[in-house]
């Protein structure tokens, strides 16, 4: 079946600096990403949509500058998180859907962030 | 606007004990999909069902069934003998003409011996 790879799965930094989570698709093209981001004993929320070669769309509430979001292949979306702060400690998932009409997402093992 | 409503924040059940999750929708959407998703606490996110709005039949896999009954837009997930694996998250989600999926806020299942 189709996997969804998510790297890395956990990381610590300091305050002031930026991260990357990659999120792959390992046996099929996704054009379109989601990305996701869920606190402690809460839900998932989504954070953005990402479409390979465009503009990721931004959910209401997200710092676009913030969260910068990159598809730049039918396999691989990146979302970086520009000058962390604590308050961005956080589980970050991604998720990859085939296209339009396939309403089957497939789920990264998500990204636990932990800014000091 | 779509949402959906997990109204059990946390479950406890001792072991074989059946058990539902309920899961209650809302959608101005005719065709959409419902899912229901396990987070063990590891994190990562376990797939188990997607049923679309025009597919009312019940279904059963196991000792998990799930039953759809769109006049009263619920979508309930039963696992019947539970046993402690089955401890995790439980999230029901909808996704409509708007590809956004959408999360409950989750159920939290407790089992013990």
């Known amino acids: 079946g189709a996997v969804v790879s998510q790297h890395p799965s956990w990381v610590i930094c300091k305050s002031g600096t930026s991260v990357k989570i990659e999120c792959r698709s390992l046996?099929?093209?996704?054009?379109?990403m989601f990305w996701y981001r869920q606190f402690p004993k809460q839900s998932l929320m989504l954070m953005a949509t990402?479409?390979?070669?465009?503009?990721?769309?931004?959910e209401q509430g997200v710092e676009k500058d913030k969260f910068l979001i990159n598809h730049a292949s039918l396999t691989l979306s990146t979302l970086t998180v520009t000058s962390a702060h604590p308050e961005d400690s956080s589980f970050y998932i991604c998720?990859?859907?085939?296209?339009?009409?396939?309403?089957?997402?497939?789920f990264g093992a998500g990204s636990r962030l932990t800014v000091l | 606007a779509q949402k959906v409503t997990q109204a059990q924040t946390e479950i406890s059940v001792v072991e074989k004990e059946d058990v539902t999750l309920d899961c209650v929708y809302e959608?101005?959407?005719?065709?959409?999909?419902l899912f229901w998703y396990k987070q063990p606490p590891s994190g990562e996110l376990v797939f188990l069902i997607r049923?679309?709005?025009?597919?009312?039949q019940n279904e059963i896999s196991g000792r998990y069934s799930w039953n759809f009954q769109k006049s009263t837009s619920s979508f309930n997930f039963t696992i019947t003998a539970s046993q402690v694996v089955d401890s995790a998250v439980y999230f029901c989600?909808?996704?409509?003409?708007?590809?956004?999926?959408?999360f409950g806020t989750g159920t939290r299942l407790q089992v013990t011996l």
């Open positions: 998720s990859a859907s085939t296209g339009v009409g396939a309403n089957v997402l497939t």
């Open positions: 046996d099929f093209q996704a054009t379109t």
């Open positions: 990402s479409n390979e070669g465009s503009k990721a769309t931004y």
């Open positions: 959608t101005r959407d005719t065709t959409y999909y």
């Open positions: 049923r679309n709005s025009f597919d009312e």
């Open positions: 989600a909808l996704i409509g003409t708007a590809s956004k999926l959408t």
